[in-house]
């Protein structure tokens, strides 16, 4: 079994490790719940999150590789993003003086909302016309994967440590199915809602960290 998911369910029993070798880290943890600590969740899930955020910024670059400058011009401004009326901290200082239950709360909404415009850009990647195309199609299938183990995962925490947030049915309302009819219009809204993404992204890594900060044994203080 690989060192990393050992580590993880670390208190396991055999027959559960020997499942865990199988499943992702965080659906392992959620088997084993009295053998994984909030602190070692936090920590994986600040691990995906960091990939998530890295991800969609290099699948942006990718796109701003063949992305004509008077192309973006007919972005929407970000105020346009389906999640801009979630009211979130606006910088680390904030975070921390929000209780975490209602902190985790709101990561869990944030990447509850990029379900269906996620699944949207990994459906529709492989159909955008830009020379890096496969590239593409395979980092938004990626970002579309990554994020759901995140979601998996963060639906163990809020188990554990209870949830002060906005209920599904408050969440945001993400209404297209659709890129566009033309090609230009699917790349326009495909990079739009990207940069949606990756600002949430950001958003997501960072209050994680502060999370998983105020979780640790030793010097919690200190975040």
Partial sequence: ADASVLSVVNGCDDLCVSVCVSVSVLMCAAMCSEAVGVSDLLDRASQISDKLHSLSTSLSNDLDSHFVP????????????????????????????????????????LVLAWTDPLALLSSEASALDHPANSIINTKAKELHDQSKTLGEGLEHLVSKMGS?????????????????????????????????????????????????????PMNPDTC
């Fill in 70 to 109: 008077v192309t973006r011009l007919l972005m929407p401004r970000p105020s346009a993003c389906h999640t801009s009326s979630l009211q979130t901290p606006n910088d680390k200082d904030h975070a921390l003086r929000v209780p975490e239950t209602e902190l985790l709360s709101l990561v869990r909404s």
């Fill in 164 to 216: 002060s947030g906005p209920s599904i049915s408050l969440l945001p309302l993400f209404e297209s199915n659709d890129l566009g009819q033309d090609p230009t219009s699917r790349l326009v809204n495909f990079h739009f809602l990207l940069s949606c993404f990756r600002r949430d992204s950001h958003k997501i890594d960072s209050f994680l960290k502060v999370l998983r900060c105020r979780a640790a």
